[in-house]
């Protein structure tokens, strides 16, 4: 009698966990078609970050000129998130998508026959506009179209953007030792793969599952009056300035060339798409997700510290930045799933509104940290980053009562 089939049941915990990891990798084609798209995006976002040194030499710019290319690029991708929602509804997710990219081509490709600093600024801003078509059409459809939850899709998007984002900048140090032009040239190339993937595996239109009634360029202003929304988007504006700041400036102060620049953001992105794939549901599973948000953020704060107050030693910087991207692959996995469960509006919209208030801490961050370095010193930027990142942190304290309820919406996913 002592012997049954009990031990073989689905309820034991390590089928469960093979079934819901078999659940994750069983999508359509559709998905995988947005999914690998998606890595080829983030990767042509990463491949300017090891040359932004080279930039600074080769076009005679100063470190502030050069970090407008992340000042332009995500203040022109903050306002065009507002009408993300409208076009896509209009066009459909696949149509989007491919405007998206084949915007992201032409000036990525023009870029690389810039003369000067300024030129490539313009055309980095013509760059956030197709980023931005991209980016909140890529999430909502992965998860529009998924078999697996809301909670799981958010994890294979993150999978996607960690990949990418590592990937990128390796490839852009590597053609950036030849010459600053060829990662902008390598980006276009990237993208027109992109877009004969997207052309031959995505079907056109919606799926069936999701309203495709026409969306208001209001509906994001009207989404943000929902307390939770606006919460976690502000939130996500104070996160973003320590973000960026590392992003755009420690290539500055870490003083690599392309190539080792590449490696540093290479280990940096390889473990945020670790986390952001295997980490985070675990913390979020432990602890909930806003505690387990707040922990992330706190460990930032302290690591954003440590790198300003040792940043004449460039192994402290160079561990600094690579640590960085286990914290923050949690971070962004936790903060997207907070925004897909916070409040009751589609989440294309709240996609929008979310995606406008973050990226508008990341477009003030990049040339505000280079010039808090020229009027003060290098160690005041990190510093100043790590000031915001705690500000959000109290910030939420003081507003938790209007996102607890993301804990019980997501658990139930």
């Known amino acids: 009698m002592s012997s049954t089939p009990q031990s073989v049941a689905p309820s034991s915990p ?21 999914f690998f798209a998606s890595i080829i995006a983030f990767m042509g976002m990463g491949l300017v970050n ?3 040194r080279e930039l600074s030499t080769k076009l005679h710019a100063t470190p502030s000129e050069v970090t407008l290319l992340f000042t332009s690029y995500n203040a ?26 084949g915007i992201i081509a032409v000036v990525s490709a023009l870029g690389g026959f810039a003369e000067n600093i300024w030129t490539l600024v313009g055309l980095r801003g013509v760059w956030g506009l197709g980023n931005a078509l991209f980016v909140a059409t890529a999430l909502a459809a992965i998860v529009s179209l998924s078999n697996s939850g809301t909670a799981k899709s958010i994890i294979l998007y993150e999978a996607a953007v960690g990949l990418g984002i590592s990937i990128g900048p390796l490839l852009g140090g590597s053609l950036g030792s030849i010459t600053w032009r060829a990662p902008f040239l390598g980006a276009a190339t990237l993208m027109l793969i992109a877009f004969v993937i997207l052309t031959s595996f995505m079907p056109r239109g919606n799926p069936q599952n999701l309203d495709t009634s026409k969306t208001s360029l209001l509906e994001p202003f009207h989404a943000m009056k929902h307390r939770s929304l606006s919460v976690l988007g502000i939130l996500a504006a104070l996160y973003n300035v320590g973000f960026f700041t590392l992003m755009a400036y420690a290539p500055f102060v870490i003083g690599l060339h392309p190539k080792g620049l590449g490696f540093v953001f290479l280990g940096w992105g390889s473990l945020l798409a670790i986390t952001s794939v295997f980490m ?18 706190i460990l930032f704060v302290l690591d954003l510290a440590v790198i300003g107050i040792f940043t004449s030693t460039q192994w402290v910087v160079v561990a600094g930045v690579i640590f960085s991207g286990a914290i923050l692959g949690n971070i962004n996995t936790l903060i997207t799933t907070a925004v897909m469960e916070a409040a009751p509006v589609e989440r294309s ?16 961050s990049p040339f505000m940290a280079a010039k808090l370095a020229e009027f003060f010193n290098p160690h005041v930027p990190f510093l100043v980053g790590a000031g915001f990142v705690l500000l959000s942190v109290l910030f939420v304290w003081f507003n938790y009562r209007h996102i607890k309820h993301v804990d019980h919406a997501s658990s139930t996913h």
């Open 280 to 297: 985070a549901p675990k913390l979020q599973e432990l602890m909930g997700t806003i505690k387990a948000m707040v922990l992330m953020l």
């Open 76 to 101: 022109v991708m903050a306002v065009a998130m507002l009408i993300t929602g409208t076009v896509s509804s209009r066009l459909g997710h696949k149509l989007t998508l491919l405007t998206g990219i």
């Open 50 to 52: 090891p040359i932004m």
């Open 14 to 34: 390590k089928i469960a966990s093979l079934n819901e990891k078999t659940r994750l990798l069983n999508q359509p084609l559709a998905v995988w078609a947005v």
């Open 349 to 364: 919209t709240a996609s929008a509104a979310y995606s406008f208030l973050r990226f508008t801490g990341a477009a003030i």
